[in-house]
């Protein structure tokens, strides 16, 4: 037991001199360290008779806490006056102007997908995506495309594998796809969201933004397309009249196909939609092929429909009088900081979901 005394009473006295951290780590090593003094000290207790051996265990513990007590409080009293120096010395200048900061925008694309969705659920569609990487089936052969067709070429569409199995999607008609696959009519959907090809010019770009509509159900015809599109360009446009024309086309996965003409005019240099001498192509649309219902196990004689496929990006380019396809990617701080929408200064007239 004089040993251990001896040892607490020099090392209580170490501690109470003037010491800096590394020195209060010395301290530690030496008395707990693998060779350090009360470490070796529980090393002996092997050696001793039971009755001797517990008593100074005992006192060996109590040593052992009264010197890490008196560690822990000296290191705390170092780091608590380095603090107080500190705080004595540092001082902050409140009175410095704030930095400079740039508020961010709503991107005319992200304004454009939240005005068509709003829209379109005012009169009961709902909003379904899907992924960007599809597959061959959901993107084409689902679709009624032909194993010629030219937008299967590699220099139409992105394939991510040799075997051409694997691609990123050219339209947002796979989402048609996997909702009908996974659930049974009727159907009244839209799905916007990001589309891939080929091309880049002031008009195209390889990556653009489509909004494909769906309609399934029994009786739907002709009629209820052109009364859907007229109800969507009217208040799209915010315009109470539309000239609107259908002209004959063609696509795979619709028969009969359409593209829609909008009537406009030219007004001090800008176009304004609604009436005028001139036409505009703004979509394509028809009735559902029916290859493409049996591809998906729908009755064709009790379910027939219609979809519509909308360019998001050149819808913007129309409204907000963007002339340039190219600038919606350029990450540009000034062109979005122009035809941008503050978030916090919502237009009287905007009806946008939120997002």
């Known amino acids: ?58 006192d060996l513990n109590s040593v052992k806490n009264e010197l890490q007590n008196s560690i822990t409080t000296k290191i705390n009293y170092i780091e608590t006056s380095e603090i107080n120096q500190k705080l004595e010395k540092e001082k902050i200048d409140i009175t410095l102007p704030e930095r400079p900061f740039n508020k961010g925008k709503i991107h005319p694309v992200s304004q454009v997908i939240d005005e068509i969705s709003s829209i379109f659920s005012e009169i009961g569609f709902s909003v379904e995506e899907g992924p960007d990487v599809e597959n061959e089936y959901n993107n084409f052969t689902a679709l009624n495309t032909p194993d010629n067709h030219p937008a299967r070429d590699m220099h139409d569409t992105f394939y991510l594998d040799d075997k051409k199995e694997l691609l990123l999607r050219t339209h947002t008609s796979p989402v048609q796809i996997r909702t009908m696959l996974k659930d049974k009519p009727p159907f009244k959907i839209i799905a916007p969201g990001r589309t891939y090809r080929s091309d880049s010019d002031q008009t195209h770009a390889p990556m653009f933004h489509q909004v494909e509509g769906l309609h399934i159900d029994k009786d739907i015809n002709m009629g209820h397309l052109k009364g859907c599109l007229n109800y969507f360009i009217k208040e799209f446009f915010e315009v109470d009249k539309i000239k609107m024309r259908f002209r004959p086309s063609h696509f795979p996965f619709t028969e ?34 029916p290859n493409v219902l049996k591809n998906l196990k729908i009755d064709t004689k009790k379910y027939q429909g219609y979809a519509f496929g909308i360019g998001i990006d050149r819808l913007a380019m129309l409204k907000y009088g963007i002339n340039d396809l190219r600038a919606f990617f350029d990450c540009d701080y000034r062109w979005l900081n122009h035809f941008g929408f503050d978030p916090l200064d919502v237009p009287s007239n905007y009806r946008g979901l939120s997002r």
């Not at 030219?266 to 559902?288: N, P, R, S, Y």
Request: glycine share 10%.
């Open 1 to 58: 037991m004089s040993d251990i005394k001896k040892i607490k009473d020099e090392f209580l006295l170490k501690l109470k001199k003037n010491l800096d951290l590394n020195q209060i780590n010395q301290i530690k090593t030496d008395l707990f360290g693998k060779t350090g003094l009360i470490s070796s000290q529980f090393k002996q207790l092997g050696k001793l008779e039971e009755e001797e051996r517990k008593k100074f265990a005992s």
């Open 256 to 289: 009969p196909s359409a593209e829609v003409d909008i009537g406009y005019e030219i007004k001090d240099g800008k176009i304004v939609i609604g009436q005028g001498d001139k036409w505009l192509e703004i979509l394509g649309c028809g009735m559902v092929h």
